[in-house]
C-alpha cells in the first residue's frame, strides 16, 4: 500500500492480485516438494477492486484520489474497509525571534492533509518569561496561557512584549483532523525597532490588485553570508549597529516588508538557501505565494521567484548558469567566438557562476495568457562592465529563444539586481537592443581585457518600470541605481510606481542596512497592467 499518490489505482490492484498469484505459486511448489502435489490447474487471478459509496472507482483514477475513507477493498470474496491515514504535522516549527508588529510565521508541512485546512490557536503566556527557564518548554510552574489569536499567522503587540507564545495547531483534510501540535517559543516577544524605512510604502500597497493589474517586486535581500563577514561588520556597513545585521532580526524585517506589499510577482536576489526552505517559503505560503528557486553554483545563495497562487499557475522553469551556456549550447557559437578574442576575459568570464532563472506563468484568469518572468543578480566588480555585458547578452538570448519555444509572443518581466547604473552598457542594450563597440564597458577593466565589438539584443527595447530611481543601493562608499525591473512596452504599461524612502529617511542611520532596513538595496515595486 505504500505507493506514489499521482500512480493510477490500476497498478495498486494489479500489484495486490499478482501478489497473491506469487504466494499461491509458493505454496503449491511447497506442496509438490512434499509429495501432496495435485494435479496442475491454472489458477483463476484474485479479483481485486475498489469501491466506493456502492460504486466501483475506475483504475484510471490516482491514488490520491481513489482512496476515500469508506472506501472498500475487494480482494476476491474478502472486503476490507479503507481508512485513510489522518493528517500529521512531520515539520512544525515557530520562528527562533519574535518582534513585536512583526508578523510571526510558522514552518509547517503535514502529511495525508492540506495546511491551508489547518486550524491555528495563538496563546500567551500569563506571566513574563525569564530567560533562565528552559527554552521552548513551559516551566515547571505552567502560570497558564491566554487565547490571543486563531489565524495561521500572528502579529505581536507590544502587549505581547516579554512574553512567550504559543501555538496550537490541527492538521486538517477538508474535514478530517489529526493530532494537534502544541509549540511554544524559545524565548519572549522582544520590541520591535519602531517606524521602518518600508512602512510609509506600504500605504500605497494596502490591499492585493485586481486583475488585470499585476504587482511586481525586485529586491536583493543581502544574504546572510555576505552580512555576517568582517568585511561587511568593519568596512562595508560599520555603521549598521550588529544585532541589526544578525540573520534572525532582518528576517523579520524582510518578511514584513514583503507581506506588505501584497505582491502578485516577487524576484529575489542573494537568497540563502536555508532563509528560503526555513524563512521565506512558509512565511510567504502563508500569504498565498508560492515559490521557485535556483541556487547560484558553488555558493550558499540564489534567486527566488515567488508568485500569487491565486491569481497564477508555473508552467515550467528554464533555468540557466550563464557562464556554462555560453560555453556549451551553440546558440552562443558567435558570442563566445568573439569573446574567445580575450582569453584573460574569457577566463574570467566562464568562472562566474552567475545564473538567470527563468519562470514562466499562466494568467489564471485568462488561461490563454502567459508571462515569462526572468530573474538575475549579475556580476558585482566595479569593474566588470565587460563581463556584465556579455552575460547579458548570453541571458537575452536565451530568454529570446525559450520564448518562442514555450510561449510565442508572451511579455517579458525581467528583474533583478544588474549591478549597473542607467549609463552602463547593460542598461543600454536593454532599452536600446544594441551596444556599440565603441562602449566604454567593452574596457572597463583595462586594456588586457578589452574586447571590443557590436552587441545586439534578439529581444526590441524594453522599458525600466520603475524609472531611474536616484539610488537603489545606499551604502557609505556608493549611491546609485542598480536594480530594475524591465517590461516590454508593447505588452504591460505601468500603473502605479511605489515611490522609493526619501533621502532623509534612507539617512536617518546614515546608511544600509540599519535597524530599520534589512537590506544595503532598496525593493523595487510596480503595479502593471496588462495591454488590451
Request: aromatic fraction near 8%; charged fraction near 20%; include cysteine.
Given at each position: 500500500m505504500l505507493r506514489d499518490q499521482d500512480e493510477p489505482l490500476g497498478k495498486v490492484l494489479a500489484r495486490i492480485s499478482n501478489g497473491i498469484a506469487k504466494n499461491q505459486s509458493k505454496a503449491k511448489k511447497s506442496k509438490k516438494n512434499r509429495g501432496q502435489e495435485q494435479p496442475d490447474e491454472a489458477a483463476e487471478p484474485t479479483v481485486v477492486?475498489?469501491?466506493?459509496?456502492?460504486?466501483?472507482?475506475?483504475?484510471?483514477?490516482?491514488?490520491?484520489?481513489?482512496?476515500?475513507?469508506?472506501?472498500?477493498?475487494?480482494?476476491?470474496?474478502?472486503k476490507y474497509s479503507v481508512k485513510r491515514n489522518a493528517p500529521t504535522f512531520t515539520t512544525a516549527e515557530l520562528p527562533v525571534s519574535l518582534l513585536a508588529g512583526f508578523p510571526v510565521c510558522p514552518k509547517l508541512e503535514v502529511e495525508f492533509g492540506n495546511v491551508q485546512d489547518c486550524e491555528f490557536t495563538w496563546f500567551r503566556e500569563n506571566c513574563p518569561h525569564t530567560r533562565s527557564e528552559a527554552p521552548g518548554k513551559a516551566s515547571d510552574q505552567d502560570s497558564g496561557w491566554t487565547q490571543v489569536g486563531c489565524e495561521r499567522v500572528y502579529i505581536p503587540s507590544n502587549q505581547d512584549i516579554s512574553f512567550r507564545l504559543k501555538l496550537s495547531c490541527t492538521p486538517k483534510d477538508g474535514s478530517r483532523g489529526g493530532l494537534a501540535k502544541e509549540l511554544v517559543s524559545v524565548g519572549a516577544v522582544e520590541a520591535g525597532p519602531g517606524v521602518c524605512l518600508f512602512d510609509n510604502r506600504h500605504a500605497f500597497t494596502a490591499k492585493v490588485t485586481d486583475w488585470p493589474t499585476v504587482r511586481v517586486v525586485?529586491?536583493?535581500?543581502?544574504?546572510?553570508?555576505?552580512?555576517?563577514?568582517?568585511?561587511?561588520?568593519?568596512?562595508?556597513?560599520?555603521?549598521?549597529?550588529?544585532?541589526?545585521?544578525?540573520?534572525?532580526?532582518?528576517?523579520?524585517?524582510?518578511?514584513?516588508?514583503l507581506a506588505g506589499y501584497n505582491c502578485d510577482i516577487i524576484c529575489l536576489q542573494?537568497?540563502?538557501?536555508?532563509?528560503?526552505?526555513?524563512?521565506?517559503?512558509?512565511?510567504?505560503?502563508?500569504?498565498?505565494?508560492?515559490?521557485?528557486?535556483?541556487?547560484?553554483?558553488?555558493?550558499?545563495?540564489?534567486?527566488?521567484?515567488?508568485?500569487?497562487?491565486?491569481?497564477?499557475?508555473?508552467?515550467?522553469?528554464?533555468?540557466?548558469?550563464?557562464?556554462?551556456?555560453?560555453?556549451?549550447?551553440?546558440?552562443?557559437?558567435?558570442?563566445?567566438?568573439?569573446?574567445?578574442?580575450?582569453?584573460?576575459?574569457?577566463?574570467?568570464?566562464?568562472q562566474r557562476s552567475?545564473?538567470?532563472?527563468?519562470?514562466?506563468?499562466?494568467?489564471?484568469?485568462?488561461?490563454?495568457?502567459?508571462?515569462?518572468?526572468?530573474?538575475?543578480?549579475?556580476?558585482?566588480?566595479?569593474?566588470?562592465?565587460?563581463?556584465?555585458?556579455?552575460?547579458?547578452?548570453?541571458?537575452?538570448?536565451?530568454?529570446?529563444?525559450?520564448?518562442?519555444?514555450?510561449?510565442?509572443?508572451?511579455?517579458?518581466?525581467?528583474?533583478?539586481?544588474?549591478?549597473?547604473?542607467?549609463?552602463?552598457?547593460?542598461?543600454?542594450?536593454?532599452?536600446?537592443?544594441?551596444?556599440?563597440?565603441?562602449?566604454?564597458?567593452?574596457?572597463?577593466?583595462?586594456?588586457?581585457?578589452?574586447?571590443?565589438?557590436?552587441?545586439?539584443?534578439?529581444?526590441?527595447?524594453?522599458?525600466s518600470a520603475c524609472g531611474l530611481p536616484a539610488y537603489t543601493n545606499y551604502v557609505r562608499g556608493f549611491q546609485g541605481c542598480l536594480d530594475y525591473i524591465f517590461i516590454q512596452p508593447d505588452c504591460m504599461q505601468v500603473e502605479q510606481v511605489i515611490p522609493l524612502p526619501s533621502l532623509e529617511e534612507v539617512t536617518t542611520y546614515e546608511a544600509l542596512p540599519s535597524v530599520a532596513h534589512p537590506s544595503d538595496h532598496i525593493a523595487l515595486v510596480c503595479d502593471l497592467r496588462w495591454n488590451p
Open positions: 477492486k475498489l469501491f466506493y459509496d456502492g460504486e466501483e472507482v475506475p483504475e484510471t483514477v490516482l491514488n490520491a484520489e481513489a482512496w476515500q475513507d469508506g472506501s472498500v477493498l475487494q480482494v476476491g470474496d474478502v525586485s529586491y536583493n535581500i543581502l544574504a546572510d553570508i555576505y552580512a555576517q563577514t568582517d568585511l561587511s561588520k568593519t568596512v562595508l556597513y560599520p555603521y549598521c549597529a550588529p544585532y541589526a545585521l544578525q540573520l534572525d532580526y532582518r528576517q523579520n524585517l524582510i518578511k514584513k516588508e542573494e537568497v540563502d538557501k536555508g532563509v528560503y526552505v526555513d524563512s521565506l517559503t512558509p512565511a510567504l505560503d502563508a500569504f498565498g505565494l508560492n515559490g521557485v528557486f535556483k541556487v547560484k553554483e558553488k555558493q550558499h545563495e540564489g534567486l527566488a521567484t515567488f508568485y500569487r497562487r491565486s491569481k497564477f499557475r508555473l508552467l515550467s522553469s528554464h533555468d540557466i548558469m550563464l557562464s556554462e551556456a555560453l560555453s556549451s549550447d551553440p546558440m552562443h557559437a558567435e558570442l563566445l567566438e568573439k569573446v574567445s578574442a580575450n582569453g584573460a576575459l574569457k577566463n574570467k568570464i566562464l552567475t545564473s538567470l532563472q527563468v519562470t514562466f506563468l499562466e494568467d489564471l484568469n485568462k488561461p490563454s495568457r502567459k508571462v515569462c518572468v526572468a530573474n538575475t543578480h549579475l556580476y558585482w566588480h566595479p569593474k566588470g562592465g565587460n563581463v556584465r555585458l556579455v552575460q547579458m547578452g548570453v541571458a537575452l538570448k536565451h530568454l529570446s529563444h525559450v520564448i518562442s519555444e514555450v510561449a510565442p509572443g508572451a511579455p517579458l518581466v525581467f528583474c533583478g539586481d544588474f549591478n549597473s547604473t542607467p549609463n552602463a552598457g547593460v542598461f543600454q542594450l536593454l532599452s536600446e537592443a544594441v551596444v556599440p563597440p565603441q562602449h566604454a564597458d567593452w574596457s572597463s577593466s583595462g586594456p588586457e581585457e578589452s574586447c571590443s565589438m557590436e552587441l545586439l539584443s534578439d529581444i526590441p527595447p524594453l522599458l
